[in-house]
């Protein structure tokens, strides 16, 4: 992973209003594909819904207001009573109407792991049906006019970690004006890992980021960090902002509104909202904890 990875190819090369192109690619093959929608300017954060019926409800709501919903894994929950073939199922469903009301990303996180893929280690498996309906997931990037949103799935061992590496540095050397991943795991050391008592998060992560700088992290996994003195639902590492939702109870999820027009992120949560420049060299102290 080399120095031509800082390279930035293309920034927009049409003028106008250029037809909007996106690439949907998977595994290092090249499908291509077109894209209806526009460019991406507002985009929705939520992840570990775990199944909570009446958030995804609030989100299939809300779709229509953003350019793109990103779901940051864990979409089931391996502690519920509902089997999770049933489970999957009705996430499917549901991301079929997220499908319908605009554009939607989800990748993989612990709890979606449902048996081990050719190598032998736990995959999403079930994603590759909503990959099959047009929805971009684990190991698919999406580019979307000068943005491309690189998902990464909850690799589970050695050779699902070198696919994900691979996967960064094939859209390294070809990211455009901006560049978003989606990962499930925030990195170590962030205090959107920050638990309350320690930080728990992903070692991996941290040397990417550092490899690459991309412009946005989307994460989750650890639910607590917004919600604790020292954690935080954003952080700037370098020129990346890192960003995790958490999560919490009730018909609504934590999220964030990424409105990258306005150069501006909020979260939103039951104890308030705040608010991050994207421009600001640092996340700003926390307001609410
Ligand atoms: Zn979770």
Excluded at 58 to 66: K, L, M, S
Aim: glycine share 10%; proline share 8%; net charge negative.
């Amino acid at each position: 992973m080399g120095a031509s990875l800082d390279g930035r190819p293309r920034a927009g090369a049409g003028t106008g209003t250029p037809p909007l192109r996106a690439q949907l690619t998977g595994h290092g093959d090249a499908r291509v594909r077109h894209h209806h929608g526009r460019p991406v300017m507002r985009l929705l954060l939520v992840s570990d819904l775990h199944y909570t019926l009446p958030q995804l409800d609030w989100v299939v709501e809300q779709a229509t207001e953003f350019d793109i919903v990103v779901i940051a894994g864990d979409h089931l929950d391996i502690a519920s009573p509902v089997p999770l073939p049933a489970q999957i199922t009705v996430i499917l469903e549901y991301l079929r109407r997220l499908q319908a009301a605009g554009t939607v990303v989800v990748s993989s996180g612990n709890h979606d792991l449902t048996g081990p893929d050719d190598h032998g280690e736990q995959a999403a498996l079930w994603l590759d049906e909503a990959r099959t309906a047009g929805i971009p997931t684990d190991g698919d990037s999406l580019g979307v006019g000068d943005t491309l949103i690189t998902v990464c799935p909850w690799w589970d061992g050695p050779v699902g970690r070198e696919a994900v590496a691979a996967q960064l540095a094939v859209d390294g050397a070809r990211r455009p004006e901006r560049w978003i991943w989606v990962y499930h795991w925030p990195p170590t050391g962030s205090p959107t890992c920050w638990t309350g008592d320690r930080h728990y998060g992903d070692d991996d992560l941290v040397g990417w980021i550092d490899a690459h700088r991309p412009d946005l992290v989307l994460t989750g996994h650890v639910h607590q960090p917004p919600f604790k003195r020292s954690g935080s639902w954003a952080d700037r590492i370098g020129p990346t902002w890192v960003f995790n939702p958490g999560r919490q109870i009730g018909p609504i999820p934590a999220h964030i509104d990424l409105d990258l027009a306005a150069g501006e992120a909020m979260w939103w949560s039951m104890l308030g909202r705040e608010f991050v420049r994207l421009d600001a060299d640092r996340a700003p102290d926390r307001t609410v904890v």
